[in-house]
C-alpha cells in the first residue's frame, strides 16, 4: 500500500514542478516590479511573447547591466567616413564570456567625430539595443560628454522599458542603467585624408 502511494504522487509532482513560475515568483527571484497590465486596449499581436526561459534570459541580462554600468570594453562594429567626419557605431561588450541562455541583448552607440578637430569629442550620438524583442532602451538625456586631445568619457543616462506577453498576462517594467563609455583616439580606427 506504502509503495503504491508513492506512486501516485511522484506524477503529480514531475507535473507540478514543469509548470511556468507565477510573474509575482520571478519578481520576487529578481527583485524587480513587474507591473500586470489590462490587454483590453493594446494589440497583443505586436507585443512579444515570451516563455519564463526567456523573461529570466533577458531580466539576467538586466542585473549584468546594472551590476556592470562602469565596464566599458567595446568593440568597433562600423567605421565610415562623410564631410569630414569619421562615423562609429561601437557595441558594448558584455562583461561575460559565457552568453546568456534564451535571450539574446546588445547595447550599441553611434556617434561621430569630426577630422580636423583637435581633440576626440563624438558628437551626434545615439544609443540602441539589438535582440529579441520584449524589452527596448530610453535615452533619457543628452549624452555627457568629456574630451581631452586623445581621450572622451561617454556617459548615456537611460532605462530599460519591458513589455511583453507572459502566461497571458501583458507586463511592463522600467529599469534604470549608466552606460559609462571611455573612448581613446588609438582604438578608433580612422580614414585619412587623402591628397587631391
Not at 137 to 153: F, R, Y
Amino acid at each position: 500500500m506504502k509503495r503504491f502511494s508513492l506512486l501516485a504522487v511522484i506524477p503529480i509532482f514531475i507535473v507540478g514542478c514543469s509548470q511556468e513560475k507565477s510573474i509575482e515568483e520571478i519578481e520576487e527571484d529578481y527583485s524587480i516590479d513587474l507591473m500586470i497590465q489590462d490587454t483590453d486596449d493594446v494589440d497583443s499581436t505586436s507585443i512579444a511573447e515570451l516563455d519564463q526561459d526567456q523573461v529570466e534570459g533577458l531580466l539576467d541580462y538586466m542585473e549584468l547591466f546594472k551590476k556592470y554600468e562602469g565596464f566599458d570594453e567595446f568593440s568597433v562594429v562600423e567605421h565610415s567616413h562623410s564631410q569630414n567626419q569619421q562615423i562609429y557605431r561601437i557595441e558594448l561588450d558584455m562583461p561575460t564570456d559565457e552568453p546568456i541562455p534564451n535571450f539574446s541583448l546588445k547595447r550599441s552607440v553611434r556617434f561621430e567625430t569630426v577630422d580636423d578637430s583637435e581633440v576626440l569629442e563624438p558628437i551626434e550620438i545615439s544609443s540602441q539595443r539589438h535582440g529579441d524583442g520584449g524589452v527596448s532602451w530610453v535615452s533619457e538625456l543628452e549624452p555627457l560628454v568629456d574630451s581631452t586631445s586623445n581621450d572622451a568619457s561617454l556617459e548615456i543616462i537611460g532605462e530599460w522599458q519591458g513589455e511583453f506577453i507572459y502566461s497571458g498576462d501583458l507586463i511592463r517594467f522600467n529599469v534604470p542603467n549608466t552606460w559609462y563609455i571611455n573612448l581613446t583616439a588609438d582604438d578608433l580606427p580612422r580614414y585619412e585624408k587623402t591628397s587631391s
